[in-house]
């Protein structure tokens, strides 16, 4: 998957994470070894999505996800959530994340508070280091890849992921239908 110069194991890259996504990746627990979680370290200017796989390969677009936080509202109160995706899809967020959520008003969370609530860097969000009572909503499609290529947290490097251990992490749900064309 993609081109990449320096691959290896995440848990022998954590001073290239983030501290959430480091943090996470020392306590990682599940049926998926930590060990198979890899970081590719990259150039940041290329860290989104088109102008990644322009410079990368394209191949790698299939194998992508993207995580986006939205913000639920009902009432006065709001929540935050993780969503992710397919690459080539959008998240349904006034159908499926909204139901889910329960609630009367959902919508992508602002850059300002993605960043403070999860102390990743724009277009770096991953589902791997989230705040602890975030719900994390995964597509069922995700989850049946192999290999992911998601964020690190940061705009500088990616981390290649076996689908299956989405399902596993912390507050995941796993959705048909989240990520639509």
Known sequence: MGNFDDVRAAPEALDLLVAPVAEALRGWSGSVPAE?????D???????TATFVEHYGRDILEQSAN???VAGKRGGASSLAACLVLSTTRVDVNGVVRRQLGARKASFATMDTAIGETGMECGGITPI???ADWPLLVDAAVVDLPYVLIGSGSRRGKLIVPGKAFAELPNAVVLEG????
């Open 36 to 40: 198979q979680v890899i970081h590719v």
């Open 42 to 48: 990259t150039d940041p200017q290329w860290a989104d």
């Open 67 to 69: 995580c986006v936080v």
């Open 129 to 131: 280091g989230l705040p």
């Open 178 to 181: 989240l990520g639509v064309a």
